[in-house]
């Protein structure tokens, strides 16, 4: 029960890898804040947090590409909970379409969700949190392999780790970790919906599918005291995937 009397925001909490993550911090006793821009969808989710074991949740409306809406959940988290611990930067958007065929307006969109959110959750998480607060974001292997008609999302990710290392040196004395991890593949939608995947453009090895849940609990021991002399690293929970790329 690593996370008692901490409170814990989770960005995209009601889709796939989201939902594993704050229902793993639940389970070891945070309050969790749903930060989701379907509320709806991240309402319906609540209860099954609570029969997780979190002493209770609440769902914040947010669109993590836009900064107000950012810093209106971190302030609902002290406003409702008193306090702010950790941060999960795990919304994403990924788009496939080839370079040539990319705007301005698709890269904006991506990179907005993907790298701009993070940015926007830690610059107002480094306002809000006290020593020994953790900032996890969850990035991809596409950081540092990937595929065609991915670039954006692959541009964004690796950017997402450079947030990440500066984040952890500008934190260190406010005494706030941050680190990020690079899943592989993991049974989730946005896997499946693939269309690299659904032509056979790209092919997967069933032994490199991970479960969300293997996600969540990287991201749960980054976030915990048991982490609490690593900073500014970058994890990959790929399988090993990446070791044979």
Same mark, same amino acid.
């Given at each position: ?80 909970? *008193? ?6 930067? #795990? +919304?994403? @958007?990924?788009?496939? %379409?080839?370079?040539?065929? &990319? ?67 500008? *934190? ?6 941050? #680190? +990020?991890? @690079?899943?592989?593949? %993991?049974?989730?939608?946005? &896997? ?54």
């Amino acid at each position: 029960m690593r996370f008692i009397d901490r409170v814990a925001i989770v960005s995209g909490a009601s889709g796939g890898i989201g939902f594993a993550i704050a229902q793993r911090l639940a389970r070891e006793g945070a309050r969790i804040v749903m930060a989701d821009r379907n509320p709806d969808k991240a309402k319906a989710r609540v209860g099954d947090l609570i029969a997780a074991g979190a002493p209770d949740a609440w769902v914040s409306r947010c669109d993590v590409s836009v900064e107000t809406e950012v810093e209106a959940t971190c302030k609902g988290a002290l406003d409702r909970f *008193g306090r702010l611990d950790v941060v999960v930067n #795990n +919304a994403g @958007l990924m788009t496939f %379409v080839p370079i040539e065929d &990319l705007t301005g307006e698709t890269w904006t969109q991506v990179l907005g969700v993907d790298l701009m959110g993070a940015f926007y959750f830690t610059k107002h998480a480094f306002r809000r949190m006290k020593p020994g607060g953790s900032i996890v974001n969850v990035a991809s292997i596409h950081a540092v392999m990937t595929s065609p008609l991915a670039a954006p999302y692959a541009a964004a990710k690796a950017a997402m780790l450079s947030l990440t290392r500066t984040a952890s040196i500008e *934190g260190k004395p406010k005494g706030i970790r941050s #680190n +990020a991890i @690079l899943p592989g593949a %993991v049974d989730t939608p946005m &896997l499946w919906d693939n269309p690299n995947i659904k032509s056979g453009a790209e092919t997967i090895n069933p032994d490199d599918v991970g479960k969300p849940d293997e996600i969540a609990a990287a991201v749960a021991f980054l976030a915990s005291d048991d982490a609490s002399f690593v900073t500014g690293a970058s994890l990959a929970v790929d399988g090993g995937r990446l070791a044979k790329l």
